[in-house]
């Protein structure tokens, strides 16, 4: 799938150019777009470097491993094909936790982490897991408690109740985590039965 | 009082992790500093891993956009948005999301300028914004991390969630502000 729509963002736009014989823009736009992904990625690798080096500590002094005990029911139900101890469980539940505390950038690396964790579960590398697939359900589907960054531009613009976003912002993202994770026990079932 | 004491967790949590952490690790025996530096060394490894999945993403949505994709679909989805009584000033604001967080993040900029922060227009967006993810990004950088290409189904349980929450996010506005 990832495929097709890459090629489709490709392809439509190059035809599109071409019919507003906008060729050059499409050349500037193709350097733009490879430097920006470099320019992301350096801002972002001394972030990513950090939070690796302290998850580091909190896997060697057993504080992932504390933190996935104390959540067990609710990811046993959530990630059954992941071994309730297994230290992918609380690399899971950190990253899950740092989104929901609207970290941001900050909540990538623990996600890398996560994902990192669960590769190692996997016997097909190369193809995701169930748990992976779950795992980026639930992180897209983004139950964020405070929107930070929404409330700071809110804030800017002049409102007058810049944190009044949070209720609304919150029932919608619990709406949509709900659809995200029955969808995902769903499509678990049917590719089970298949 | 709930709001304040959330902004003051969401202020403090990451200088009480940054702190906490290393404290937990010293008193339980370990070589905090070895174990750090360890760990910050396979995370640059990871941010070089991740590159060449953003590199592809990122210029595929660059040319999409550049070329007036984003305004064809636009004028493509007006009749469905218009049938659901969506606001037509938020639709960009969906349609971009799931692509490009800075290219949401200055719709959501524009949209606060010109309607208001408060206004109903103001009120959903900030809503949208803070029930969506940028599902694209995430999913390669995610997968690109532990060299998935087959994703399998997540790429559409993603999306569908954004479009969950974006309807969502209009209803309850509509029903709360309008």
């Not at chain 1, 350096?42 to 909190?58: P, Q, R, T, V, Y």
Request: net charge positive.
């Amino acid at each position: 799938m990832i495929n097709w729509i890459w090629f489709f963002l490709l392809a439509s736009g190059i035809v599109l150019a071409g019919c507003s014989d906008s060729a050059p823009q499409v050349t500037d736009a193709i350097l733009a777009g490879a430097r920006d992904a470099v320019t992301l990625v350096i801002g972002l690798m001394g972030l990513i470097a950090f939070w690796s080096g302290l998850m580091e500590i909190a896997e060697k002094s057993h504080l992932i491993k504390l933190f996935a005990r104390l959540l067990r029911p609710f990811t046993r139900w959530l990630f059954p094909d992941v071994p309730p101890d297994h230290p992918a469980m609380g690399a899971v539940i950190m990253s899950m936790t740092a989104n929901m505390l609207g970290m941001g950038n900050a909540a990538t690396p623990l996600g890398i982490k996560a994902m990192e964790k669960l590769d190692e579960l996997n016997s097909q590398p190369g193809t995701a897991t169930d748990a992976m697939c779950t795992f980026v359900a639930v992180t897209t589907s983004s139950l964020t408690i405070i929107p930070v960054t929404v409330i700071a531009l809110r804030a800017a613009a002049g409102s007058k109740d810049p944190a009044g976003i949070i209720g609304p912002a919150l029932a919608a993202s619990a709406i949509s985590t709900l659809a995200a994770v029955v969808t995902d026990k769903l499509w678990r079932r049917l590719s089970r039965r298949r | 009082m709930l709001i304040s004491t959330m902004e003051a967790i969401s202020r403090w949590a990451i200088p009480a992790i940054v702190l906490g952490i290393p404290l937990w690790g010293l008193i339980r025996g370990v070589r905090i500093y070895e174990a750090f530096v360890e760990g910050a060394k396979q995370g640059l490894a990871t941010a070089v891993r991740i590159t060449p999945y953003l590199i592809a993403m990122f210029v595929a949505v660059r040319v999409f956009r550049t070329a007036g994709g984003m305004d064809l679909l636009l004028r493509a989805a007006t009749p469905l948005t218009k049938a659901l009584g969506i606001p037509p000033e938020v639709v960009p604001l969906a349609l971009i999301r799931p692509l490009s967080g800075s290219g949401s993040l200055s719709i959501l900029g524009e949209l606060l300028q010109t309607y208001g922060p408060d206004s109903l227009v103001g009120m959903t967006a900030s809503a949208v914004q803070g029930s969506t993810e940028t599902t694209l990004y995430v999913i390669t950088v995610y997968f690109g991390a532990v060299g998935v290409t087959r994703a399998r189904h997540a790429l559409p349980i993603g999306l569908w969630s954004d479009l969950v929450g974006f309807l969502a996010a209009v209803y309850i506005c509509s029903r709360l502000f309008a």
